[in-house]
Structure formats: structure tokens, C-alpha cells
């Protein structure tokens, strides 16, 4: 009875961390969440997104990029240092700019045609990759723990952002993306990361932005 009422918690604890692992916080940046609905990106990641069925389609063919923010701000730690977190923004600039450049010309200002991108990182953190299958059974979780706190655990780099679209001319919001991405792990605590750890997901996350703008918005 004992070993059966062990495996239940076990089994319930790895269950919470899966639910957690899932659930996609909402940062407090774009103005209303309650419209956001789940769609697969071009690239078949997961995305919540909201567009106006008003959007006048053909219409932007300028994009303004301001550039990307921490929202809300972080505090640097020895482990995701100042320094990161400013190659983390700087290179997501980069990765809207030269894939929205491909379908629209880049603009140093808002106009008649233009579409404004406002984007926000809304979070950047390093924490402990959640236990697998066979690491839910009671001998084994044990050990789990212990490898957890003694930092040697992988530790996955995590990010999310938020996307808010305006029109150039009123500045009325046509449209909201939420994104979240999982980079290269990092080994333990004591690594520190950088931008290569992240660098796929912010690529990926530009490349989709694109793709549902030409496919469907152009």
C-alpha cells in the first residue's frame, strides 16, 4: 500500500510539472488577451493569435519595426547576464528585419501603408528540465531530486514574446501573436547563457511571422 500511495504521488507530481510546462503566461503587454485563439504557425509550432477580419488585405506593403522590449523588465542574474539579454533583443531585431524584409519594404517611420510590429520578449529564464517518464517512478525520483539540487540537472533555456500589430495611420491594433520556444539546454547552473542558445527559436519565430503575413495577409 505504501509503494502504490509512493507511485501515485510520484505520478501526480510529474503530471503538475507537465501542466506547468504548458501553460503559456500572459505578460501583461498586448491589450486583450481574451481574443487570442490557438493556430499552428507555418512551421507548425503552436501560436496564439488574434486577427481583425478587418485587416485590409494588400494594404501594407511598408513595415515599421520598433524595436523589441523586455516586458515586463528583468532583472539580470549571473546566469542570464545584462550583456545577453542585449544580444537576445538585438538579434530578434535582426531576425524580424531581414525576414520581413523579403515580402515588405522596411520603413524608419509609420506611414499611410505601413504596418507597425511592436514586438516584446516577455520572458527569458533557465529552469530545471522537467523529470522524464522513467524518472517518476519513486526509486528513481529520488535520485532526481538530489541531481536537481545539487545543479547538474540540464537546465532548458526558455523564451516567449509578445507581438502587437497596429496600423500605421490611426495606430489601431489589427492584430496580437503570443510565441514561446525552448532553446539549447543549458548543462548545469553554472553555465551561463547567451544568444546561441536561443537563436532557432528567435529565427523561427521571424520566419513565422513572415510566412503568415505572405500567405495570408499580403
Request: some cysteine; proline content about 7%.
Amino acid at each position: 500500500m505504501r509503494r502504490l500511495g509512493t507511485l501515485a504521488l510520484a505520478l501526480s507530481a510529474g503530471l503538475a510539472l507537465v501542466a506547468c510546462s504548458n501553460r503559456t503566461p500572459q505578460a501583461g503587454f498586448l491589450p486583450d488577451y481574451s481574443r487570442l485563439t490557438a493556430h499552428q504557425a507555418p512551421s507548425g509550432r503552436e501560436v496564439l493569435s488574434w486577427v481583425d477580419p478587418r485587416w485590409p488585405r494588400g494594404r501594407y506593403i511598408e513595415v515599421y519595426l520598433a524595436p523589441s522590449r523586455f516586458y515586463p523588465a528583468p532583472t539580470p542574474t549571473s546566469r542570464i547576464p545584462q550583456a545577453t539579454l542585449e544580444h537576445i533583443s538585438r538579434y530578434y531585431d535582426q531576425a524580424l528585419s531581414a525576414e520581413l524584409g523579403k515580402v515588405m519594404t522596411l520603413v524608419e517611420r509609420p506611414g499611410p501603408n505601413t504596418l507597425v510590429i511592436r514586438p516584446a520578449i516577455t520572458r527569458v529564464s533557465a529552469d530545471t528540465q522537467g523529470l522524464r517518464f522513467y524518472e517518476w517512478l519513486p526509486v528513481t525520483l529520488v535520485a532526481a531530486g538530489v541531481s536537481s539540487a545539487a545543479g547538474i540537472r540540464d537546465r532548458d533555456s526558455q523564451i516567449a514574446t509578445e507581438l502587437l500589430f497596429e496600423s500605421g495611420t490611426s495606430g489601431r491594433v489589427i492584430a496580437e501573436a503570443m510565441f514561446t520556444g525552448t532553446g539549447v539546454p543549458l548543462d548545469n547552473d553554472r553555465q551561463v547563457m547567451t544568444v546561441e542558445h536561443l537563436k532557432a527559436v528567435l529565427d523561427g519565430w521571424a520566419s513565422d511571422v513572415r510566412l503568415a503575413y505572405a500567405a495570408d495577409y499580403r
